[in-house]
Structures are given as structure tokens and as C-alpha cells.
């Protein structure tokens, strides 16, 4: 899905809205840039949408991030009279089957991780690590305030496999330079404080 889809990029961003609360989804100019192809060639953007009679009935949103071969599930939301339909499932594995393609295409054998930003104690955080799927990144972590976005502390939750400390490291550094933009991390003062919270966990 990208510019030319322009109904289904403002259903999709309008139903990410309803969904997930306005302050939580970028705003729309750049949300059109983040599904942009042409914004960043390290970044690979996807939207995957359900549609029910050509109406967005679920959603979700991310990029394969090339130098660190690290999927992003950004964004995932379903019309509630959809959900617990399964429907939520089918969609973020058809969005990490794309990182997988992109990883082969950049002659990588399999994305090193699919990482995703959840809020602390939700229902969704501990269903994917009680799985035993998923792995806390034990850090500070926060996302950024740009793009529309308020700063809000948040848990990096990483797939299959825990991170060391220089791997969670990179993943962060490319999420803040290349989904949201920041073009000197380092200099970000939420980037630093995560990585002093990273350096502190001694792996």
C-alpha cells in the first residue's frame, strides 16, 4: 500500500487513530512518509490491510530495517466488531512475511529479529511473552516526540530471541534514525537516555 492507494492510506490511518487513541499514531503527513518507499533506502515500508467489502475492516503498519535485518511492526489495529476473529494474527504474520522477502532480497537468510513497541503491562505485552516468544529489551525505553508523537515510556518487545546488548543497541539507533527520523540519534536526549539504561544492564 503506498501513495497511489490514497482511500486505504486514509482508512488505515483513520482507523489506527480510533483504535490505538490520536495521540499514539503520527500525524498524517507523516504517516505518508513513513509508508513511503522513497523516503529512506534502508527502510522498506509495509501496510497490510483487511478489507471487508473495500472498506479497511483491520490494519498494520511497519518497515524492514536493512542494516540492522531487523523487522518493525509499528502500528496494528482491527475494527472492534472484527476483533477475536483471529484476524489481528493473520495480518502481522502477512507483515512479517514481507520481512522475511525483504531479508532474502537484501541476501540476508531471515530477519535477526521482528521488534515492536508495547505499552507497559498491557494485554497484548503479556500474551507475547507469555508465549514465550518474546523478550522484554531490559531498558529505559521511550518513543521519541516527533512526528506528531508524544513521548511516552514504552517496552521493546523483541522476537524470537533475547537481544546482547549491542544488538539492542543498533535496533535502537536505526529505529530512531530511520522510522522516526531522527537524523543524529546520539544527539537525541531521549536516545541517550536509553542507551545509558542499556549500558547499565551489563550484557
Known amino acids: 500500500m503506498g501513495h497511489e492507494d490514497g482511500d486505504l492510506v486514509l482508512e488505515s490511518h483513520g482507523l489506527l487513530r480510533r483504535a490505538m487513541g490520536a495521540g499514539r499514531v503520527e500525524d498524517f503527513d507523516s504517516f505518508l512518509d513513513t509508508l513511503s518507499p522513497s523516503t529512506d533506502p534502508l527502510i522498506i515500508p509495509h501496510a497490510v490491510c483487511g478489507l471487508r467489502e473495500g472498506t479497511v475492516v483491520g490494519v498494520t503498519v511497519g518497515a524492514y530495517m536493512v542494516r540492522p535485518n531487523v523487522g518493525f511492526v509499528a502500528y496494528a489495529a482491527v475494527e472492534e466488531e472484527w476483533r477475536k476473529l483471529g484476524l489481528y494474527t493473520v495480518l502481522r504474520s502477512r507483515l512479517v512475511f514481507c520481512f522475511q522477502v525483504d531479508a532474502v532480497v537484501n541476501r540476508e537468510a531471515k530477519p535477526s529479529y521482528v521488534v515492536s513497541e508495547m505499552d507497559r503491562g498491557s494485554f497484548l505485552l503479556r500474551r507475547f511473552v507469555d508465549s514465550g516468544g518474546a523478550f522484554v529489551v531490559p531498558c529505559e525505553y521511550e518513543q521519541p516526540a516527533v512526528q506528531g508523537l508524544g513521548s511516552r515510556a514504552m ?27 531522527i537524523r543524529d540519534p546520539e544527539s537525541d536526549p531521549a536516545f541517550r537516555r536509553i542507551a545509558d539504561s542499556l549500558r547499565g544492564t551489563g550484557r
Open 155 to 181: 517496552e521493546l518487545v523483541v522476537q524470537p530471541r533475547a537481544p546482547d546488548r549491542a544488538e539492542a543497541m543498533a535496533m535502537v539507533r536505526e529505529l530512531f534514525r530511520g522510522i522516526y527520523r
